[in-house]
C-alpha cells in the first residue's frame, strides 16, 4: 500500500487516525501546529511531519486527508484541503452549520475528490 494518506491533528482523536493508518501501512505524513506533540510522532518511520497544513497540501505523494482538529477548524481546513483537489475525511461533526455542509459538498463535487464523514458510533 502507498503510503499517501495525511492526518490532521494529532490530539485526542487524531492519534487514532494516525495509529491505524500507520499499522495499514497508509500513513504518509502528520500536520500538527503543537511542536512538542509533532514531535512525538517522530516514533513513527518514515513519515512525514509537518506544522502547517499548507505545507503537506504541496506533497504531490499525499492524495487522502483525515480531518481530527477541533470541529470549530473542520470548514476551513477541509476547504482548502478540497480545493487543493485532494481526498478528505473529517470527524464529526462534520461541520457546524448546514450552509458549511452544504458548501463542502459542493466543492467536493465540483473538483471531483471524494468527500466522507466519520462514522464510529453514528447514532450518538
Given amino acids: 500500500m502507498d503510503k499517501n494518506f495525511c492526518v490532521v491533528g494529532g490530539g485526542y482523536w487524531g492519534k487514532n487516525h494516525i495509529k491505524t493508518f500507520y499499522?495499514?501501512?497508509?500513513l504518509g505524513a502528520i500536520v500538527e501546529e503543537n511542536k512538542d506533540l509533532?514531535?512525538?510522532?517522530s516514533k513513527y518511520n518514515?513519515?512525514?511531519l509537518y506544522n502547517?497544513?499548507?505545507d503537506a497540501i504541496l506533497n504531490n505523494q499525499l492524495t487522502g486527508f483525515t480531518v481530527a482538529t477541533p470541529a470549530e477548524t473542520?470548514?476551513?481546513i477541509a476547504k482548502?484541503?478540497?480545493l487543493s483537489g485532494k481526498n478528505v475525511l473529517i470527524e464529526k461533526p462534520f461541520a457546524l452549520n448546514i450552509?458549511?455542509?452544504e458548501d463542502l459538498v459542493f466543492l467536493s463535487k465540483s473538483n471531483k475528490v471524494t468527500l466522507m464523514v466519520g462514522h464510529l458510533?453514528?447514532?450518538h
Fill in 23 to 26: 499499522e495499514l501501512g497508509a
Fill in 52 to 54: 502547517n497544513l499548507d
Fill in 80 to 82: 482548502k484541503i478540497i
Fill in 46 to 48: 518514515n513519515v512525514l
Fill in 74 to 76: 473542520h470548514y476551513k
Fill in 121 to 123: 458510533m453514528l447514532f
Fill in 38 to 41: 509533532l514531535d512525538s510522532f
Fill in 99 to 101: 450552509k458549511d455542509a
